[in-house]
RNA sequence: GACCCGUUCGUCUAUCGGUUAGGACUCCAGGUUUUCAUCCUGGCAAGAAGGGUUCGACUCCCUUACGGGUCGCCA
């Protein structure tokens, strides 16, 4: 049969079209982990012109929910992972969720019961392991071997439960047969699992694909990651203002990298750089700054008007008016934020004019000597010119800084607390022409009164 | 406990026997900006430990320690 050999995969052909898989469960929620096995196997197929295949693995008909469906389907749209096969795309391969294709199984099962490779216990159909060592050429970790003949350590392993259905194992390694999966990138969890894939893929007379096991990924203090856990949930990203390539990129460098010293990739570029070579062995922890970086790197590569478009859900959700966030004022803030969802506060102040001036700003003006005699000679030139423009504005600054025997430069701050109620935030000259000759004026006035 | 995989700055990582061990995030200091931020420049910071092999080891081998994974009629 075959090359005589398991585990060392097929032999790869410069002919074969490489068709990869991402096959979750539908139980909880799309976990970073699994959006991160998505995004490889989406890579390579994508790097090799191959398929990229989607099968639901819904064999625990307890446990699946409709919610759970819904967050795998959302997460890869959102990633941008477009699978060539599999639910609501079809593909000669299908039906591509698992509790759909029950015949098909029962006649790779039939398989095992004529060549006696099962037998039943308790109910249950257990698969009889050949007692030997088993061997596979992992695409990452290279050669491993588990020992078979240590029975206690690898007991047969049930495929068939007493209810009828099938097990894991078993549907997992039918449809990777059936559906002609040539690379199986998945995550270390399934390390163990592979030489139990391996023998019952042996038993069924067929040719193994190249399996791949990718290290896990940590918390930031480097235990491991669940549920609650910042960063887990891929449906929380949106959420808090994360955008789509910017996270793909960030979880494509945990794990991988593109051994040249360049970190900001599109979808397409990480498919054009992406290779198996390239993935490490260790697992790797999660760093929630550091995707926050990468967030605000490619947020500054956005248009304005669809950093515009992103930003408004979350003006809306901070109960700000939408119809007033404009894109001037998008602009002043776009590379000063690293989330979408800090946008709102980062333009409040400019919405609404009952806005609170900040603690330390006001401490920091109260005990300047010049803050109050020149914002009063500010308020007086704003409040002198004929046409505000930016020039008209800068003038008045520097003309009221001559009045009160000071640099422009001084006169600064004052302006940015009187205007904003902070220290920090947009350029000034935003500032000066997104709020008007009136506003401006009115902010100054105000805080020449709290300085009284 | 048994069996697997792993271990370079705090974190993500480069290095495929010979390098002042490089880059990025974070942090700090300068510079640019009449302001804030961006940005630019610079700085702090690493081969788990012990044995080998070798002219020479982060790199290869062994041991120990530590971390992760797996040991289900879950997937």
């Known amino acids: 049969m075959h090359s005589g050999r398991t585990g060392d995969g097929r032999l790869f052909s410069k002919h074969m079209t490489v068709r990869t898989r991402f096959a979750p469960s539908p139980t909880g929620y799309l976990h970073i982990g699994g959006a991160r096995t998505a995004l490889f196997n989406w890579l390579y197929a994508r790097k090799h012109g191959g398929v990229f295949v989607l099968r639901i ?18 997460g890869m749209e959102w990633l941008g992972l477009d699978w060539d ?20 199984y029962d006649a790779w099962f039939e398989k ?87 023998q019952l893929i042996e038993a069924l007379g067929c040719v193994a694909p190249q399996y791949c096991h990718i290290p896990l990924i940590l918390n930031g203090d480097g235990s491991k990651m669940s549920k609650r856990d910042e960063g887990a949930a891929l449906g929380d990203y949106p959420r808090h203002g994360f955008v789509a390539a910017a996270v793909a990129n960030f979880i494509a460098l945990l794990g991988w990298n593109p051994k040249n010293e360049n970190e900001i990739f599109t979808l397409d ?28 790197q490619h947020m500054a590569k956005l248009s304005l008007a669809d950093f515009h478009h992103a930003a408004l859900p979350f003006i809306a959700a901070a109960s700000l008016p939408t119809e007033e966030f404009s894109e001037a004022m ?3 803030v776009k590379e000063k934020v690293r989330l ?33 005699d020149g914002l ?12 505000w423009t930016l020039d008209t504005a800068k003038i008045s600054i520097s003309d009221a800084a001559t009045m009160v025997a000071c640099k422009p430069g001084q006169l600064m701050f004052p302006l940015r607390v009187s205007l904003s109620g902070r220290s920090h935030g947009p350029d000034l000259n935003d500032l000066l022409m997104l709020l008007g000759k009136s506003r401006c004026v009115q902010r100054v006035q105000r805080m020449i009164e709290n300085l009284a």
């Open 57 to 74: 693995e819904d064999t625990d008909a307890a446990r699946n929910t409709e919610e759970a469906r819904k967050a795998i389907f959302d």
């Open 85 to 104: 096969e599999g639910p609501m795309k079809g593909g000669d391969f299908g039906p591509y969720q698992q509790s759909e294709r029950g015949q098909i």
């Open 112 to 198: 095992l019961v004529q060549t006696d490779r099962v037998y039943q216990l308790d109910g249950a159909w257990r698969f009889r392991f050949e007692r030997k060592p088993i061997t596979m050429i992992d695409g990452v970790c290279g050669e491993v071997t588990i020992d078979y003949r240590d029975e206690s350590n690898t007991p047969d392993m049930v495929i068939k439960r007493s209810d009828g259905s099938y097990v894991f194992h078993f549907v997992n390694v039918v449809d990777d047969l059936e559906m002609e999966i040539t690379h199986v990138i998945r995550g270390e969890d399934h390390l163990m699992n592979t030489p139990k894939h391996l």
């Open 269 to 296: 570029e990480l498919a054009e750089n992406f290779s198996l070579a390239g993935i490490n062995r260790a697992p790797a922890r999660f760093d929630y700054d550091k995707c926050r970086w990468f967030n605000q």
């Open 330 to 332: 998008a602009s002043a």
């Open 340 to 372: 979408l969802e800090e946008v709102p506060h980062a333009v409040e102040f400019l919405l609404d004019d009952g806005f609170s001036i900040d603690h330390e700003a006001m401490e920091k003006l109260a005990a300047s000597a010049i803050a109050r």
């Open 376 to 387: 009063i000679a500010i308020a007086e030139r704003f409040a002198s010119v004929d046409e």
